[in-house]
């Protein structure tokens, strides 16, 4: 019988997330109003490119790419929906201690998963702690309504996703050389 090979999905989920997370921390920055080319990007490459990688984790067996992939798709595409549906008028206006709440329980859910890449690699780790550190500092700075808070998040949100973008190529690359070219400081099993 021969075996499935799937392709490591993870280079696609980083990506989505990466990109997805450098432009609409670039809106936070306050470089551009949310328009929709960032909900376009929410929906497509934040959204559904990671629910793909994650399902194809789910395949390969691996829980926390699964989860992990999964989950923040649905973040993404929950997060657009939360906009449209405040735009069109569906329903209730929502106000900024919800949103803050809404960041708040992501960044505890980002913070349990940051404990599972302890034993993966030093790069995403850094993904999963500047993620849990943008989580929270959004959180702050809708809570207080603050927009200098919400402009540092920008800036620490723009080195999450590229910091997420930079294991996506590394990931890519070294596998095409078949070799470590760009490190990303895989731990030693022991």
């Known amino acids: 019988m021969m075996e499935n090979r799937y392709a ?3 280079p696609l989920g980083l990506m989505g997330f990466g990109m997805t997370t450098v432009l609409l921390n670039l809106h936070n920055i306050g470089l ?9 990007m929410g929906i497509a490459y934040g959204g ?15 829980t926390f790419g699964a989860t992990a992939f ?10 657009v929906l939360l906009i449209i549906f405040d735009k069109l008028g569906f329903v209730t206006t929502t106000d900024n201690l919800a949103i803050a709440a809404y960041l708040f ?3 505890i859910f980002t913070l349990g998963l940051f404990f599972g890449t302890l034993k993966v690699s030093r790069a995403l780790q850094f993904v999963f702690i500047s993620l849990v550190i943008l989580f929270f500092l959004l959180a702050i700075g809708n809570a207080s309504l603050n927009q200098t ?3 540092i998040a920008g800036v620490e949100g723009v080195i999450c996703g590229l910091s997420a973008m930079y294991l996506s190529f590394a990931e890519i690359i070294n596998e095409m050389h078949g070799r470590e070219v760009l490190p990303i400081g895989i731990i030693k099993k022991q």
């Open 149 to 151: 808070i919400i402009r």
């Open 48 to 62: 559904l490119a990671q629910i793909i990688a994650g399902i194809i984790e789910f395949k390969k067996g691996n």
């Open 8 to 10: 490591n999905p993870a």
């Open 105 to 107: 329980i992501w960044g």
């Open 70 to 79: 999964s989950s923040y798709g649905l973040f993404w595409i929950s997060k």
């Open 32 to 40: 551009f109003p949310l328009n929709a080319m960032n909900l376009a």
